[in-house]
């Protein structure tokens, strides 16, 4: 019988582990408490990481920009 190896790694732009709790997504606990502001929630985490993405984390922060935009466009979609 062979051992099974299991890899697991921590995406910090797309699935950080510590924003899953529980099995829930941070995000979507967000979602569901803001409402109606959920994409001003989306806006605001966007100008953020643009604004700071030359002073802390480089592409990281621009990654994560791009993530909120492409959930702020789906959002939008899904309207």
């Not at 510590?18 to 569901?32: F, P, S, V």
């Amino acid at each position: 019988m062979a051992d099974t190896i299991t890899l697991s790694f921590d995406d910090p732009v797309n699935s950080p582990k510590h924003y899953n709790q529980a099995g829930i997504e941070c995000i979507d606990a967000i979602r569901a408490a803001t409402g109606d502001g959920y994409q001003y929630y989306l806006q605001g985490n966007i100008m953020k990481y643009l604004w700071r993405y030359r002073y802390k984390n480089g592409a990281e922060d621009l990654k994560k920009a791009q993530w909120y935009l492409t959930k702020l466009i789906e959002d939008v979609d899904d309207s």
